[in-house]
């Protein structure tokens, strides 16, 4: 079974941050891509920020330059969501999401969700 744990999400005032972590478990072969998603009430779940196996990442116009993804060079299972100078609009929960091979199928797991909440 693989499981995604993420962990970091709170309460925080604009401008302020926070570092978002995911741990993958399990019985994994080669991750292919990472990723973190966010839902906010009422609207539908979208891509944050993407990493792939060999290192190039991604983001959402609304991030670029205010978040940053990587992943621990020690721990291939561990990747992060560095999120600086926080918007109310960034209030969601949070999901971050691997792609991983399972019997030579490739399966896209998901964590459970972490609430990040930006108070003006």
């Known amino acids: 079974q693989v499981q995604l744990v993420e962990s970091g999400g709170g309460l925080v005032q604009a401008g302020g941050s926070l570092r978002l972590s995911c741990v993958v478990s399990?019985?994994?072969?080669?991750?292919?891509?990472m990723g973190w998603y966010r839902q906010a009430p009422g609207k539908q779940r979208e891509l944050v920020a993407g990493?792939?196996?060999?290192?190039?990442?991604?983001y959402a116009d609304s991030v670029k330059g205010r978040f940053t993804i990587s992943r621990d060079n020690a721990k291939n299972t561990v990747f992060y969501l560095q999120m600086n100078n926080l918007e109310p609009d960034d209030t969601a929960v949070y999901y971050c999401?691997?792609?991983?091979?399972?019997?030579?199928?490739?399966?896209?797991?998901w964590g459970q969700g972490t609430q990040v909440t930006v108070s003006s």
């Open positions: 999401t691997a792609r991983l091979p399972n019997k030579g199928v490739f399966y896209n797991y």
């Open positions: 399990g019985t994994i072969f080669g991750i292919r891509t």
């Open positions: 990493i792939s196996s060999n290192g190039s990442n991604h």
